[in-house]
Antibody, heavy 119, light 107 residues
Framework: QGQMQQSGAELVKPGASVKLSCKTS????????IHWLKQKPGQSLEWIAW????????GYNQKFTGKAQLTVDTSSSTAYMQFSSLTTEDSAIYYC????????????WGQGTTLTVSS | DIQMTQSSSSFSVSLGDRVTITCKAS??????LAWYQQKPGNAPRILISGATSLEIGVPSRFSGSGSGKDYTLSITSLQTEDVATYYC?????????FGAGTKLELK
């Protein structure tokens, strides 16, 4: 059974950067696509980007190009998302998640990391 | 970007009801449609992929149907644990996009 354990809540100041982590287990990391998504309280989900852990290849939602940068560490089966030039609009819950077997839907989700951007 | 429209943002239901939630894409998504259930404080949970394929462990009272632009999630005989918000998601083209969600509330 796959698991995705995300790092803890972050409180950061506007203009700063933050790096969120997502440690995986229970599946072959290097054969997996990892997605990152954003959800503001009471709102729907917004897809940010994916990374293929085997090669580091990525695909981004144009809205987040230059804002989010995805990387992986295959030695620890961990995915990372660096989020830069933070504004209050970036305050949200961020999920890492694994691509399903037959397309870009999500079969496993992390528990989410709450990011609060405030001075 | 493909827009996903869920016709109802919320509606009131009773235990045992049959519930139908609809989702309409702004263009044909060729059955590349997933449904998720989300309860407060939790991550979403996959219910259905490929418009009709029930994921492992999902109760058989859930089913999906549709084609082209129009899709439906049905729940037969609503149980207490089904009270949640439901989202559709298209994965035909990038960027992946989600509906605004349909929240089920008990009468």
């Amino acid at each position: 059974q796959g698991q995705m354990q995300q790092s803890g809540a972050e409180l950061v100041k506007p203009g700063a950067s933050v790096k969120l982590s997502c440690k995986t287990s229970g599946f072959t990391f290097t054969s997996s696509y990892i997605h990152w998504l954003k959800q503001k309280p009471g709102q729907s989900l917004e897809w940010i980007a994916w990374i293929y852990a085997g090669t580091g290849g990525t695909g981004y939602n144009q809205k987040f190009t230059g804002k989010a940068q995805l990387t992986v560490d295959t030695s620890s089966s961990t995915a990372y998302m660096q989020f830069s030039s933070l504004t209050t609009e970036d305050s949200a819950i961020y999920y890492c998640a694994r691509r399903g077997g037959y397309g870009n839907y999500i079969d496993y989700w992390g528990q989410g990391t709450t990011l609060t951007v405030s001075s | 970007d493909i827009q996903m429209t869920q016709s109802s943002s919320s509606f009131s239901v009773s235990l045992g009801d049959r519930v139908t939630i609809t989702c309409k894409a702004s263009e044909d998504i060729y059955n590349r449609l997933a449904w998720y259930q989300q309860k407060p404080g939790n991550a979403p949970r996959i219910l259905i992929s490929g418009a009709t394929s029930l994921e492992i462990g999902v109760p058989s009272r859930f089913s999906g149907s549709g084609s082209g632009k129009d899709y439906t999630l049905s729940i037969t005989s609503l149980q207490t644990e089904d009270v949640a918000t439901y989202y559709c998601q298209q994965y035909w083209s990038s960027p992946l996009t989600f509906g605004a969600g349909t929240k089920l509330e008990l009468k």
